[in-house]
C-alpha cells in the first residue's frame, strides 16, 4: 500500500512557482532610455555695451560668480574723450556767462545820465521862471510906452521918454525871446539825456537774455554730460544673475567694438537634457517628463 502511495506521489507533476499581489489602481511608470546631452537651460552672453580698450578678465571657465559681480571692465576711449570735451564746453560757458557781467554799462555813467536830466529840468525850471518874469515886464513896458505915447501925441510927455520907453518894450521882447529859447534848449537836452538814459537801461537789461541762452546752454551740456556719464558706467560689466562662467570667448586685454561677445554664463544647477527620440516615443512623453 505505501508503495503504492509513493509511486502515485512521484508521478504527481511540481506545482509552478507564482507571484501573488492585491489587484488595485494606481499610475502606470514608463520609461525611456536613449542617450542624450545635457545643457544649461538659462544662458546668459556677456557683450560690450560700448567700444573700448577691455581689461583683461580675471574670472576662468567654471567660476562661480554671484550676482551683481563685475565680470569685466572697459575702458571707453571714445567716450572718455567725448566726456572731457563736454565738460571743457561747460567750463567755457560758464566763464562767458560770468563775461556778461563786463558788457553792462557801469553804475556810474548811469548816475551820470541821471544827473544830466535832473540838471537838464533845472534850467528848464529856471528858464521858465525868467520867461514868466520877463513876460510880465514886457506887459507893463507896453502899457507904459502906450500911455506915454498918448502923452506925447497930447504935448504934455517929451518924445525923449517915449523913445526910451519903446527902447525898454524892444529889449525886454528880444529878452523873452531868448528865455524862450533857453526853454527849449533846456527840453532839447531834457529830450537827449532821458535817451542817454534809456539806452544805458536797455544795455543794462540786455545781458538778462544773454544769461538765460547761457543757462539753457549750459543745462542742455550738463543733460549730454549726465548721459554720456551713464554709459560710461556701463563700462563695468557685472553679472545679470548667479552662476557659472561656461566659455571664456575674450579672455586677453584687447579693443572691443560695442556688441562683442566676451563670455558666457549659465547656472549649472538648472540643466534640461537633449535626446532624439521616435515620433511614438515622443507621444508618448509630455512637457513634465522627469529625467
Known sequence: MGAIVAIALSLKPNPLPVDLATVKRDNLVVT???EGKTRVR????????????????NFDEGDLV?????????????????????EAKIRELQAQREGIATMRPKQSAISQAQAKIKAAQALKREAEAEVLKTSFALEQA?????????????????????EIARLEEITLTKSLDAAKQKVDNANANIDSAQKAF??????????????????????????????????ISQAQIRSPASGRILRILQKNARH???????????????????????SMMRLKSSLETKC
Open 142 to 162: 507896453r502899457r507904459d510906452r502906450q500911455r506915454f505915447q498918448q502923452l506925447h501925441d497930447s504935448g504934455v510927455y517929451p518924445y525923449q521918454k517915449l
Open 256 to 278: 572691443v567694438a560695442a556688441g562683442t561677445e566676451i563670455l558666457e554664463l549659465g547656472n549649472s544647477s538648472d540643466l534640461e537634457i537633449v535626446v532624439d527620440l521616435l
Open 66 to 86: 554671484t550676482k551683481g559681480a563685475i565680470l569685466a571692465q572697459i575702458e571707453p576711449l571714445p567716450l572718455n574723450t567725448r566726456r572731457r570735451e563736454l
Open 32 to 34: 525611456i532610455n536613449a
Open 42 to 57: 538659462s544662458r546668459f552672453i556677456i557683450s560690450a555695451p560700448v567700444a573700448g580698450k577691455l581689461e583683461r578678465i
Open 198 to 231: 534809456s539806452t544805458l537801461e536797455a544795455e543794462q537789461k540786455d545781458p538778462d537774455y544773454l544769461l538765460n541762452v547761457y543757462d539753457a546752454r549750459i543745462i542742455s551740456t550738463q543733460a549730454q554730460l549726465t548721459r554720456l556719464k551713464d554709459d
